[in-house]
């Protein structure tokens, strides 16, 4: 997380572009009122950037419209990606609080982070290649969109580098030539990294060589889109592409306001503000718009164009034209940080120095030679998938002993904090994780002398759902964002058990003998940790709770779309993003949603636009 640090250094990494292996991505055009293309998609995030290339490379006239520019240079590599968050790629939106989660972070409101350039949040993710289980599309029960209807979606865009790594029974799960070149990141050489994987070992966690193969649990060294060490987005393996390029016509810096709905209810386009004089046109489509702004603002385009639950568009003087469930059953990952203190040192001077000299190799790397820790996004790609209840706290082992135990309920997440750090980060992190300074205080003090693991527990099904709303009739302000995170118990009990698993890797011999302990904050309203650990745990999960940024189901398939994602009541009008998705994947979302970009292609040009 030093390299959060290298922002300030931006502009010298710019510079280095040059010596990053080279593809380019689409010029942008400029746009006059009233023209007129076959299609038009708003966003060119994970699913945007897919459905307009694959329609423009099958011969369509297609205009992608996005929001923000190129990602910048420092977005292509790996080590920096937590550094994208908070940046001018971000739009980082305010949440409201519901009082009950986040409560160490400003104003008791979570951040949400999203990105704003061509590839959208897949230019600014982690990279975590994840495509969930069968049992998360099957259970879905909707026409069509079982599992065995998603996988050849999967499997079209994939382009699987290290297949020769994974065990045989991988090969019939994977695809070595799509478009997204997908691959292992750079090994860190940080020694927790085999000691994160021997604790969860001795806790009788399987090491799964590939969670998107037979089985998804246990502790993995995951895949991720990255390719040549550096980042594969969607700009990238989509728009970069010399075919899409001649073909595909990209307005850049251009905010979609609305969408353009006749008084039969067919949608003939879009208005937009566009350029350098935020200019507003009226652009129009002969066949279809798709809306692809992402599971935040899709319901902000359809309910500002008079789609949306009748009451909330009433209330904010908006005609009603269909009344439809959007941006209800928002549901989102949120984790809870756990702090684990490692390695003992006790000279604060040399720990401060080696951080900083940290700093200064790492831009040497970049400026001279791709360097070899570029490409690893350090501890980040150990993840581990397991169902809690399939653990036996007694036994210390996880246990298989129902069909169940598949199904994972928990994902841990590892990273690192060299010793110092946070004495020369935390005011970054504070401003841009949001992090409360009280925390940041306390976890400096320890830092000084130590340096951390931190584990995140993930809860990968939660019962808690918010919602989207308009803050405003004005397109260009954010909508309301409600998470509403931790509102069923039922996420903390998750989150608890999570922890308490956390605390016994942390009591295996791996992290044992290399000093670890976990440590219990001081959390203003908690209950002391000596006299009831689980109250104490329920509460530091309502404090140090963060999002992932994985909302989905504001515009779901089966409740706003119908199983070809048309907008119920509305012609010539479909979404695909992750709002579309009506429940949440076991796993990092951005896989099935590129998955249903692919797909919305396939209807678009497959029954002739039915
Ligand atoms: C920090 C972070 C880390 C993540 N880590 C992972 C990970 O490791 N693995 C994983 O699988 N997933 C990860 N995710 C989630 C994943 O990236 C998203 O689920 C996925 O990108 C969502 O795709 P989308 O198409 O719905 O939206 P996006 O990819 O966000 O794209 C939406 C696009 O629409 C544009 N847009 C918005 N409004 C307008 C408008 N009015 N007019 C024009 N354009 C507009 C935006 O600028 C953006 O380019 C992460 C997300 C974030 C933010
Ligand atoms: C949270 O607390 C604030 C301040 O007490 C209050 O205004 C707000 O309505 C509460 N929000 C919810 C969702 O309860
Ligand atoms: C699946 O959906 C059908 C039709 O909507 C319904 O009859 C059936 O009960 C559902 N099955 C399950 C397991 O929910
Ligand atoms: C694998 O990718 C190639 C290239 O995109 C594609 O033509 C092929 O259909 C894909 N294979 C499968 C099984 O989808
Ligand atoms: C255009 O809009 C942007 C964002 O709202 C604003 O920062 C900028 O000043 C505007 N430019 C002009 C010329 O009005
Ligand atoms: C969606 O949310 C509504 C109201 O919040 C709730 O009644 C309904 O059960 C939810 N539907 C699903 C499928 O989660
Ligand atoms: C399986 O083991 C877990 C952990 O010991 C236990 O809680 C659970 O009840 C067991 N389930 C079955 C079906 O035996």
Not at 530 to 539: E, F, G, I, K, Q
Request: proline share 4%.
């Amino acid at each position: 997380m030093l390299v959060l640090l290298l922002l300030s250094v931006l502009g010298a990494a710019r510079t280095a572009g040059a010596l990053l292996s080279s593809y380019s991505l689409p010029p942008g055009v400029t746009l006059t009122d009233g023209e007129e293309f076959e299609y038009i998609v708003v966003g060119a995030g994970a699913a945007g950037a897919v459905v307009a290339s694959r329609l423009a490379l099958a011969g369509a006239n297609v205009l992608l419209v996005e929001a923000g520019g190129d990602p910048s240079f420092i977005s292509r590599i790996p080590a920096v990606a937590m550094a994208l968050m908070g940046s001018e790629m971000d739009y980082r939106y305010e949440t409201i609080s519901n009082n009950v989660s986040c409560l160490s972070s400003k104003d008791r409101a979570c951040l949400v982070s999203r990105g704003k350039c061509l590839g959208g949040s897949t230019s600014i993710n982690h990279m975590m290649y994840i495509r969930g289980n069968r049992e998360d599309y099957d259970a879905l029960n909707i026409t069509d969109w079982s599992w065995r209807h998603m996988e050849p979606y999967f499997l079209r865009y994939e382009g699987l580098q290290d297949l020769d790594h994974l065990p045989i029974s991988s090969i019939p799960y994977h695809n070595t030539t799509g478009t997204m070149k997908l691959g292992f990141f750079e090994y860190s050489n940080n020694p927790w990294h085999l000691r994160i994987i021997n604790g969860y070992e001795a806790l009788n966690f399987p090491c799964n060589l590939d969670v998107n193969g037979v089985s998804q649990i246990g502790v993995s060294r995951i895949i991720g889109y990255t390719y040549n060490n550096e980042r594969m987005s969607t700009a990238r393996g989509y728009l970069g592409r010399d075919d899409v390029k001649r073909k595909l016509k990209v307005a850049k810096y251009t905010r979609c306001t609305g969408v353009i709905i006749d008084d039969d209810n067919v949608a003939r386009g879009i208005t937009v503000v566009h350029g350098p004089s935020n200019a507003t046109l009226r652009l129009y489509a002969s066949r279809e718009v798709i809306l692809s702004a992402g599971a935040l603002v899709t319901p902000q385009l359809l309910m500002l164009s008079g789609i949306g639950p009748a009451d909330h568009l009433n209330e904010m003087g908006i005609p009603v034209r269909v009344d439809l469930p959007v941006g209800n059953n928002m549901t989102d990952h949120t984790l809870v940080l756990v702090v684990v203190k490692v390695e003992k040192e006790t000279n604060l001077l040399r720990g401060i120095i080696d951080s900083a000299g940290k700093i200064f190799s790492l831009l040497a790397d970049i400026l001279i030679s791709r360097g070899r820790s570029l490409g690893s996004i350090g501890l980040n790609d150990v993840t581990t998938f397991v169902n809690t209840l399939c653990y036996d706290f007694d036994k210390r082992q996880l246990t298989k002993n129902s069909t169940k135990c598949e199904l994972s309920t928990t994902q841990f997440i590892h990273q690192y904090a060299a010793r110092g750090l946070l004495v020369i980060g935390g005011p970054i992190l504070k401003q841009r994780i949001g992090l409360a300074a009280s925390v940041i205080n306390q976890l400096s003090e320890i830092n000084k002398n130590y340096a951390l693991v931190i584990i995140s527990s993930l809860v990968l099904q939660p019962k808690s759902s918010g919602t989207i709303r308009l803050a405003s009739v004005d397109p260009l302000q954010a909508p309301a964002i409600f998470p509403n995170y931790l509102s069923d118990e039922r996420d903390v009990d998750e989150m608890v058990r999570g922890i308490q698993i956390i605390e016994q890797l942390t009591e295996t011999l791996a992290f044992k003998t290399a000093g670890a302990s976990l440590l219990r904050l001081e959390l203003e309203g908690c209950p002391s940790s000596s006299r009831d650990l689980t109250a104490y745990w329920r509460c530091y999960a309502r404090h140090l709770t963060y999002s992932t940024f994985h909302s989905v189901g504001t515009s779901a398939l089966g409740r706003v779309l119908d199983t070809r994602m048309r907008v119920r009541g509305v012609a010539r009008l479909r979404v695909a993003d992750a709002g579309a998705l009506p429940q949440l994947p076991r796993g990092n979302p951005a896989a099935a949603v590129i998955a249903l970009g692919e797909r919305l292609a396939d209807f678009l040009l497959d029954n002739n636009g039915d």
